[in-house]
């Protein structure tokens, strides 16, 4: 069995989750190939090495036409995958993660998982990375994952409900029943698609397994 251990010492968001199996081996030609089948326009996705204390990376980046994303409902979201030309296995995991996040949501504000409106998470890049994300374990034979304890931020964030504080209450509601602990940092150290994903894949969360 092929497995993955996130060492998430620096928090985790979507789009390290992407870098991180890119890095591992994924090629991107493959990825780019597989995310056209969302037959989603107005984005451009690329994968560069990135260098920070003389060690090295690859950082997956979502660049938009478009700054301004429209928001989108749970049905929105679970129409543009079950249309999508994706491996059925990576459309279902997708949907399930979406669904997580909408119940989430939904009682962070007292309203029904279908009523959330989806914004930072409904965009293009969002859907992206956690479609990225779900694809690029599939490809890579990846069938269990773990992770360590999970490091918050803590200060105050900007969102389309306002300022809010970090860790987010979505996120923190994803957290629920993971290891989590202050990395001391003033800021965003986990967003709630990156909890979504954690909170979705991992078996278990802390030191590395045998």
Known sequence: MRIAYLDCFSGISGDMFVGSLLDAGLPFEQLETILSGLKLSGYRISAIPEERNHIFGTRFSVTLEKADQA???????????????????????????????????????????????????GAIDSILDIVATVA????????????????????????????????????????????????GQDAEMVTPTGAALIASLCSSFGPMPP
């Open 136 to 183: 690029g374990m599939d490809l890579l034979g990846i069938e269990k994952v773990f992770a360590s304890r999970i490091p918050v931020g803590s200060g105050i964030i900007g969102s389309a409900h306002g300022r809010i504080p970090i860790p987010s209450p979505a996120t923190i509601a994803l957290l629920k029943d993971i290891p989590i602990y202050s990395s």
């Open 71 to 121: 928001a989108r409902h749970l049905d929105d979201i679970r129409e543009i995958l079950e249309n999508s030309d994706l491996p059925l296995p990576v459309i279902q995991k997708s949907i399930q993660i979406f669904e997580n996040l909408a119940k989430v949501e939904g009682d962070v504000h007292h309203i029904s998982p279908n009523e959330v409106h989806f914004h930072e998470v």
